[in-house]
């Protein structure tokens, strides 16, 4: 069935260090794609999206670019910051059948 | 703008009493979705609405639970009677237009609920 399977955690980086967060996705189709991060304490917020093959979202330095070959978004940031420790979650959204499917989340910590 | 506003923030309940959790969307949103966030399971979506309709339940795990909208500024999820496997963190989220699958959610900080 349709699913979305993301890096298991913990991570633990170095400030400045590269970051790459695995996701990999299974569907009928081309699902949208989206990386949302939760802060502590705080609900989840979008942090970039694409919506079809060869799209690359960016915010805040993290992007991702959907991959059809490789059914792949990935979450890479050049340079990590001790403010990006959050857990992040890849979800992917199924047209055709009308629903989301979640990632378990990636739990982030970046050292100083 | 106010965001996504949920009440209350902590609730702490015995085992068969009624919980009931609050939510006020984003002016101007016509969906709404309650969410469940465990160590266990993860985040799932447990229904959805639409200008103020219930789009899918099926992510709803008992009858026990129930949610309404009576209107586009106010969504409860009820769950009754409660027991203790429903503690969680219950997000609520709204979004403008694109269904389920394109658009950016705005959640709320959400509701802790422990039931003892």
């Known amino acids: 069935g349709d699913s979305v399977t993301q890096m298991e955690g913990p991570v633990t980086l170095s400030e400045e260090a590269f970051l790459t967060i695995n996701c990999t996705y299974t569907?009928?189709?081309?699902?949208?794609l989206f990386w949302y991060v939760q802060y502590p304490g705080e609900g989840l917020q979008l942090l970039l999206k694409?919506?079809?093959?060869?799209d690359k979202g960016s915010n805040k330095g993290f992007e991702a670019t959907y991959r059809k070959e490789t059914t792949s978004f990935h979450l890479e940031k050049g340079s990590v910051q001790v403010s990006d420790s959050a857990v992040y979650f890849c979800?992917?959204?199924?047209?055709?059948?009308?629903?989301?499917?979640f990632g378990q989340g990636t739990r982030l910590t970046i050292n100083p | 703008d106010a965001g996504v506003i949920q009440s209350p923030r902590h609730e702490v309940t015995e085992m068969g009493q009624e919980v009931t959790l609050r939510c006020k969307p984003i002016?101007?949103?016509?969906?709404l979705f309650w969410y469940r966030q465990t160590m266990m399971r993860g985040l799932e979506l447990l229904i959805y609405?639409?200008?103020?309709?219930?789009?899918?339940d099926s992510g709803m795990p008992e009858d026990r639970f129930s949610a309404k909208m009576p209107n586009a500024s106010f969504s409860t999820l009820k769950i009754q009677p409660s027991e203790p496997r429903d503690s969680a963190v219950y997000f609520c989220?709204?979004?403008?237009?694109?269904?389920?699958?394109?658009?950016?959610?705005?959640f709320g900080p959400g509701t802790r609920l422990t039931v003892l």
């Open positions: 989220a709204s979004s403008l237009g694109g269904g389920l699958v394109y658009n950016e959610q705005f």
């Open positions: 569907a009928t189709g081309y699902p949208s």
């Open positions: 694409a919506t079809k093959a060869d």
């Open positions: 979800w992917g959204g199924i047209q055709g059948a009308q629903k989301l499917v």
């Open positions: 002016s101007g949103h016509d969906y």
């Open positions: 609405f639409n200008n103020n309709v219930p789009i899918d």
